[in-house]
């Protein structure tokens, strides 16, 4: 590998196994501007099936679940790219292949001068019922809209429109939404 190519996560076979940490655990993660892990405390090094050595330097996608929609992440950058923070729900995979879900609130770090320096993610076990009754047909639905339409960015424009139908339909804005699944 050169230096300036990017490691790319590993091609796992997905096992259909779902992960769990318990409900006062919180995983965290900090990540540079180019979202390359700076730090992982043991939560999450225990849920991705990752060491220290494996993760830090890498890009934080290393565990992001093929099937996760690509509308989520568009919309996470975007909102913490312009200095907000942002609460989403995340499927994720282990190294090992098997998944996990979080809610993540994504924030912003910023310098004494007020630029943003990187990135910092807490995330907690989120409700098993607002994942098996909202979010996961939600994203199956936005994960088959991105598929139909090639993966490419005109299909996240589509799926992205079906994203914020939903929330218009439930809540007044996207933040607004994530807190009516979990009160």
Not at 23 to 45: E, H, M, Q, S
Not at 72 to 89: P, Q, S
Not at 146 to 154: I, R, V, W
Not at 160 to 174: E, F, G, I
Request: contains cysteine; aromatic residues 8%; proline residues 7%.
């Amino acid at each position: 590998m050169t230096a300036t190519s990017k490691p790319q996560a590993p091609s796992l076979s997905l096992t259909g196994k779902e992960r769990t940490f318990a409900p006062d655990d919180i995983i965290v993660t900090k990540t540079d501007l180019g979202g390359r892990i700076t730090y992982a405390n043991d939560v999450f090094l225990s849920i991705s099936a990752l060491t220290e050595e494996q993760a830090l330097g890498q890009p934080h996608s290393l565990i992001r679940h093929p099937h996760m929609p690509k509308c989520v992440f568009r919309l996470l950058w975007e909102t913490i790219k312009d200095g907000r923070e942002i609460f989403a729900y995340v499927l994720n995979r282990a190294t090992t292949g098997d998944h996990y879900w979080v809610l993540a609130h994504v924030t912003p770090t910023f310098d004494a001068k007020g630029a943003v320096t990187g990135y910092h993610s807490n995330r907690r076990v989120p409700k098993p019922e607002v994942i098996s009754g909202l979010i996961k047909p939600l994203y199956d639905q936005l994960y088959q809209i991105e598929q139909s339409h090639g993966g490419g960015p005109a299909s996240i424009q589509h799926s992205m429109a079906v994203l914020n139908d939903t929330v218009r339909q439930k809540a007044s804005d996207y933040e607004s939404f994530i807190f009516s699944t979990n009160p």
